[in-house]
């Protein structure tokens, strides 16, 4: 009895080191999984572009953003340059391996630079309980500021 138990003992340390390592490689050291520089376009203000701004501060991933006017970003969208993902703002660019790449959509933008940081684990269920409700609710809110900020003066 007193053997099993030392052994129970014994391998508390190993659980405990496998647990550091699995969360050592969920990669949440600051800076890991940086690109070298995105430049995300929004209006001025934080809007959607909050929780964008506030995940790229805390990690440390190099930014520059980018501010558009509404005439301007609409005559972008329509000269063919809104993306080819809604054309809503914001949008974030980068360049990886040469080439260049833009994510539209703010949950589609945290959630890829979150995988990319090491703070959404695709192999964990528990990612999407915890870490969507919290961006798929920011983003309810913005769409309901949103209609009242962009309604027709009619309305
Ligand atoms: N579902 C999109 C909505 C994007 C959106 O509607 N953004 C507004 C600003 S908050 C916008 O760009 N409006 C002008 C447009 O759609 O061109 C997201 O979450 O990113």
């Known amino acids: 009895m007193a053997k099993a138990a030392a052994a129970k003992q014994a391998k508390k340390p190993a659980a405990a080191s496998k647990q550091a390592a699995a969360a050592s490689s969920a990669g949440t050291a600051k800076g890991k999984g940086t690109v070298e520089h995105v430049t995300f376009h929004y209006f001025a203000g934080l809007g959607r572009a909050d929780p964008i701004t506030q995940m790229f501060e805390y990690h440390g991933q190099p930014y520059t953003k980018e501010t558009e006017t509404m005439e301007g970003w609409a005559q972008k969208k329509a000269d063919g340059q809104g993306g ?59 769409d309901a500021i949103g209609a009242i900020a962009f309604a027709p003066a009619d309305k």
Do not use: C, H
Request: glycine fraction near 14%.
């Open 84 to 142: 080819e993902f809604g054309g809503g703002l914001p949008q974030a660019v980068f360049t990886e391996g040469g080439k260049e790449r833009r994510l539209a959509q703010t949950g589609a933008i945290m959630r890829s630079f979150g995988i990319r940081f090491g703070y959404y684990n695709t192999s964990d269920a528990e990612s999407v309980k915890f870490i969507d409700p919290v961006i798929d609710t920011w983003s309810d809110i913005m």
